[in-house]
């Protein structure tokens, strides 16, 4: 079995910055890609960034220039820091692996953290 544990959610005011971590647990052989997406309140659960196996990333318009993805292959772990954010940054956090390969050889798709809120208030 693996699980991704997100952290780091929390309040924040317009302009701050904030530092997610999502954290795959498991006998984890190898993992592709890492993201994270979020869902803002009435909204659809959308891409924010993603990082490939390779050290890629692909970032939505609105994360651009703002936001950072990074991953510690070793500790099987993916970071999201988030700067200058905004009222529409809001919402909840979701980390997503889209194939983990267990030590087993199991290959596990679309794996989702439970999500990390974070709110931009002022």
């Known amino acids: 079995q693996v699980q991704l544990v997100e952290s780091g959610g929390g309040l924040v005011q317009p302009g701050g910055s904030l530092r997610l971590s999502c954290a795959a647990s498991?006998?984890?052989?190898?993992?592709?890609?890492m993201g994270w997406y979020r869902q803002g309140p009435g909204k659809q659960r959308e891409l924010v960034a993603r990082?490939?196996?390779?050290?890629?990333?692909v970032y939505a318009d609105s994360a651009k220039g703002r936001f950072t993805i990074s991953r510690d292959n070793a500790k099987n772990t993916v970071y999201l820091q988030m700067n200058s954010l905004k009222f529409e940054d809001t919402g909840v956090y979701y980390c997503?692996?889209?194939?983990?390969?267990?030590?087993?050889?199991?290959?596990?798709?679309?794996?989702w953290g439970q999500g990390t809120q974070v709110t931009v208030s002022s």
């Open positions: 498991g006998s984890i052989f190898s993992i592709n890609a």
């Open positions: 997503n692996a889209d194939r983990v390969v267990s030590i087993g050889g199991r290959t596990y798709f679309d794996t």
């Open positions: 990082s490939t196996a390779g050290g890629g990333a």
